[in-house]
């Protein structure tokens, strides 16, 4: 079966850690190839990215604007945002709210299809 959708989960956005760097290099370069490519953003820590005007380096902002550009789906779990006080208006424009059961249907329909589910 051939791969045709890419399921990247963030669960930590910490600014030296390498992990929503490689997220949002791995989403380009699967939306790229043609791949439907959704990031889910979950865990307290991991929605922070979908904040926007968020400060510091690398501009993640500018990043994730890439990507959604290129059709890359984000969608930020409301039960980790609510949990860190983060508001549905405090997202970036193409960054989705959606409930943690919605999340978990995602996990069984990606792997019932065979799809890529890259946790980072």
């Known amino acids: 079966?051939?791969?045709k959708k890419v399921l990247l989960?963030?669960?930590?956005?910490?600014?030296?850690?390498?992990?929503?760097?490689?997220?949002l290099r791995f989403a380009k370069y699967y939306r790229k190839k043609g791949l439907?490519?959704?990031?889910?953003l979950w865990g307290p820590m991991g929605?922070?990215?979908?904040?926007?005007n968020k400060h510091g380096s690398?501009?993640?902002?500018?990043k994730m604007q890439k990507c959604i550009?290129?059709?890359?789906?984000f969608k930020c779990c409301e039960l980790a945002a609510s949990m860190i006080g983060l508001k549905e208006e405090e997202?970036?424009?193409?960054?989705e709210m959606i409930h943690s059961h919605e999340v978990a249907e995602?996990?069984?329909?990606?792997?019932?299809?065979?799809?890529?589910?890259i946790n980072l």
């Open 9 to 23: 989960l963030l669960k930590n956005m910490v600014y030296e850690s390498t992990s929503p760097q490689e997220t």
């Open 69 to 73: 550009d290129l059709g890359v789906q």
């Open 91 to 95: 997202l970036m424009p193409g960054v």
């Open 58 to 62: 690398p501009e993640y902002d500018n």
């Open 1 to 3: 079966m051939k791969v």
């Open 106 to 117: 995602m996990f069984l329909q990606f792997r019932e299809e065979g799809q890529l589910i």
């Open 36 to 40: 439907e490519v959704i990031v889910v």
């Open 47 to 52: 929605v922070v990215l979908g904040k926007k």
